[in-house]
Every structure is written in C-alpha cells, then in structure tokens.
C-alpha cells in the first residue's frame, strides 16, 4: 500500500471509519482490517454458531486474539485446554495459535486481533470476575452522560496492543464524555451492542466540533472507528448506547495504556471520567 493511500484510510471518512450489520453473517467474518477501513493494527471480526453448526476452527499466525462472548455460550479450545465462555467472558490467545468455536446452542463472540512479535500467555476472564474489581468495573460520569464502564482485556492481562471492554449507558444518555482523544497511542473502534430496534444513537468522531468529520446513526452490529479525534456519542431518548470498544496500541506494548487521554480542551478541567481505572 502506498504511503498516500494509507494517509487516506486514517483520515475519518465515513467510506473507510462505518461498518454497518456486522452481526448478521453466519460462521466467521473480518469485517475490519487495515487496507479496506482506517484501521492501522486493529482487527475485528464476529464468530456466529447456531444450534446444530458445526465447529469453527482456524489459526490466528502472527496476531493476538481476543474473543469476547456477545451472546450465548459455547466453548473454545485453544493450546489443549477447554474453556466454557459465557456472555460477557473474555478469552485472550496469543499469537501462532490454533483455536476451536463450538457450542450445542447460540453463541456469538467478538473477535478482536492485532499483529505483535512476542507471544503473551493465555488468559480467561469471567465478566463476573471483572463487576467485583473497582478498576476493571465502574460508573463513570453522572447525569447525562453516566455510563456503565467493564474493562475486560486491559491491565488485568498480558497483552501486546489489544484492549477490550463493553460500556453500557443510561436512556438517552451520552458517553465517552467529556470528549476525548488518544490518537498517538492508539486507535479505536466501536460496536455496537444490545440495542434492539427500535433503539439508535449517534456517534461523532472529529478534530474540529464546528466541522465535525463524522456524524453517524449507529444500530445494533454496526461499527465506528476512531483513527483519530474526539468520539462522543449520544442514545435517543427511550434508548441506550451500548458497545464493546476495542482498542490496538500504535507501538506493541508501550503504547498500551488505558485511560491515558487528551481531553477536548474546554472540558479538560473536569478530567477524563476515567480516573477509577487507574486504581
């Protein structure tokens, strides 16, 4: 890919930074991926069985891989050992590894990768493990903009760039407020989650609010990326906004920091609202 062609997949383009439906495709499927979105080392894809399919296996080679269970249950077999994930669980496999979906019923899992060079050990984390920890699980802001805040890959694992977690709102709440940015340490996409029609919100993603670059309906499935620039995001009223957000650090390791933000200047005073992750 050419130099021109790269700086134009980072810009915020509603062509390269909107995946829309990504939950309806059986079986599995990379809906984003450096190249074809503005993502630089961010991958996302959704692992979808249903009663009576059969198992999904394949090999992740160079990247790390986490798997984030949606909806349902089922189980995954990675390195010789048997995991029984359930929704919300989260499930980190390093890299040159083989790994086995299956399950006798429903079961939807998130797929996040990034490319890294060393190999990270293998971990699972139970989402009823992470609502007791205070620094994996908190409420962030009040009134309007109080959100629900679960980090479920981040400094509880080993990881090389890949950080994940879900966030649910309040009706017609805002989050990811006050705005905020981390463009030189990372990038981020969200999706969006539990949010059956007839519920909808809007995600902004911009570097100037007077010309915003993006400003989009978002449903359930549908996906925004944030190579660069503030990202707030509001629910209509009767509605909530919920997303698993998934990050990839620019600089494997380093630039692995949750929490670590430049917020819009006019609100910069209040802080971040991520404060309690850094207990």
């Known amino acids: 890919?050419?130099?021109?062609?790269?700086?134009?997949?980072?810009?915020?383009?509603?062509?390269?930074c909107v995946v829309k439906g990504t939950h309806l495709a059986k079986g599995r499927k990379v809906s984003v991926r450096p190249g074809e979105t503005a993502s630089r080392n961010l991958f996302y894809g959704r692992i979808r069985i249903e009663a009576g399919d059969p198992a999904i296996s394949f090999e992740n080679a160079t990247h790390e891989t986490g798997l984030i269970c949606l909806?349902?249950?089922?189980k995954v077999?990675?390195?010789?050992?048997?995991?029984?994930?359930?929704?919300y669980d989260a499930l980190y496999v390093p890299r040159d590894s083989e790994i086995k979906v299956e399950s006798d019923g429903a079961f939807d899992l998130a797929e996040l990768s990034s490319p890294v060079e060393k190999q990270y050990p293998l971990q699972f984390v139970a989402f009823s493990d992470v609502r007791k920890n205070e620094a994996l699980h908190f409420i962030a802001g009040k009134?309007?903009?109080?959100?629900?805040?679960?980090?479920?890959?981040?400094k509880n694992v080993e990881a090389g760039r890949i950080m994940a977690g879900v966030t649910f709102s309040t009706d017609g709440n805002w989050t990811s407020?006050?705005?905020?940015?981390?463009?030189?340490?990372?990038?981020?996409?969200?999706?969006y989650i539990d949010m059956p029609a007839p519920q909808w919100g809007i995600q902004m993603v911009?570097?100037?609010?007077?010309?915003?670059?993006l400003v989009q309906v978002v449903h359930e499935g549908d996906v925004v990326l944030m190579p660069k620039g503030y990202h707030p995001n509001v629910a209509a009223p009767g509605s909530k906004i919920n997303f698993l957000w998934m990050m990839a650090a620019n600089r494997e390791g380093d630039d692995r920091q949750f929490g670590v933000v430049n917020v819009q200047p006019e609100y910069?005073?209040?802080?971040?609202?991520?404060?309690?992750?850094?207990?």
Do not use: W
Not at 143 to 154: Q, S
Not at 178 to 191: G, I, V
Not at 206 to 213: A, K, R
């Open 71 to 74: 909806n349902g249950s089922g």
């Open 1 to 16: 890919m050419s130099s021109s062609t790269q700086v134009k997949l980072e810009n915020i383009d509603p062509a390269t």
């Open 206 to 213: 911009y570097t100037n609010l007077d010309e915003p670059e």
């Open 143 to 154: 009134p309007p903009t109080e959100r629900d805040l679960n980090i479920l890959i981040g």
């Open 77 to 87: 077999t990675t390195h010789d050992q048997e995991f029984s994930v359930n929704r």
């Open 268 to 279: 910069a005073a209040g802080g971040s609202g991520l404060e309690a992750s850094q207990k």
């Open 177 to 191: 407020f006050p705005p905020h940015e981390h463009h030189d340490m990372l990038e981020e996409a969200y999706l």
